[in-house]
């Protein structure tokens, strides 16, 4: 039965690329175009969009990269920036490979000014998901907390503006977010004063909702290269 579910899996992934998805904007890949420049720390864009995000200040640099992911401390609000910001007011699709250490308001990713965010275990309860569009607040109860296990969060929106909030492709939970969102870090944000005790992995942003086909196939390729079992 095991090696039958795993040529399914590798006939569902067969020849089947990221990049192959028009509406990508970054690709924050595992282990892969991580290290230093003047001054600082890079993480490299592998969407091609060369959206980089890389980090100048000392002190928000966390522990740096470390087996193939950004590692946060919970001493400064830790992050990477983008070199582009981009916002999305209308749907998306969010995957990050996260490793949480706790659970205690930990966002991964934001703007600068900290009026957008995605955020899980908001206040120390697990089970509070809170983000914001634009200054725009969703709170979104979930069925389980996110835990602290490496694994694959996944935070999408349709055009209704339903947000979904799921983990390892079982959805907990989902909730309305309308607003527009702005895509400038990778942690926690500058301006805020909640922080992040996490690994980050991998990080695969999406400007449009991923049909589930799509999804599905982001996922194995994403939870494959991070060894995470779905």
């Keep these: 039965m095991l090696n039958q579910a795993l040529v399914l899996k590798s006939r569902v992934n067969s020849g089947f690329a990221i990049t192959d998805i028009e509406t990508l ?15 600082g720390i890079q993480w490299n864009d592998s969407s091609g969009n060369n959206n980089h995000a890389s980090q100048t200040a000392d002190a928000q640099e966390g522990s ?31 995957f990050m490979v996260l490793d949480l250490s706790e659970e205690n308001s930990e966002t991964f990713i934001s703007s600068a000014n900290n009026t957008s965010f995605m955020r899980f275990a908001n206040g120390g309860t697990a089970t509070a998901f809170k983000m914001k569009n634009g200054g725009t607040v ?25 947000v979904r909030v799921g983990r390892n492709g ?44 799509d999804a599905d196939k982001v996922r194995n390729d994403i939870a494959d290269r991070n060894s995470i079992s779905l």
């Excluded at 950004?70 to 969010?94: A, C, K, P, R, W």
């Excluded at 109860?141 to 999408?156: P, R, Y």
Aim: charged residues 15%; negative net charge; without cysteine.
């Design 25 to 39: 904007k970054v690709w924050f890949k595992f282990n892969t175009g991580q290290g230093a420049i003047t001054d």
């Design 64 to 94: 740096g990269f470390s087996g193939g992911g950004f590692v946060t401390d919970s001493d400064n609000n830790d992050n990477l920036d983008f070199s582009t910001t981009f916002v999305e007011s209308g749907d998306y699709h969010v």
């Design 138 to 162: 969703a709170n979104i109860t979930l069925s389980e907390g996110f835990g602290t296990t490496k694994a694959i969060a996944e935070v999408s929106r349709n055009p209704s503006n339903l």
């Design 170 to 213: 079982v959805s907990l939970g989902t909730g309305t977010g309308a607003g527009s969102f702005s895509f400038e870090q990778i942690g926690a944000s500058t301006g805020a004063s909640s922080l992040t005790t996490a690994t980050i992995f991998e990080v695969v942003i999406f400007s449009s909702l991923l049909s589930a086909t």
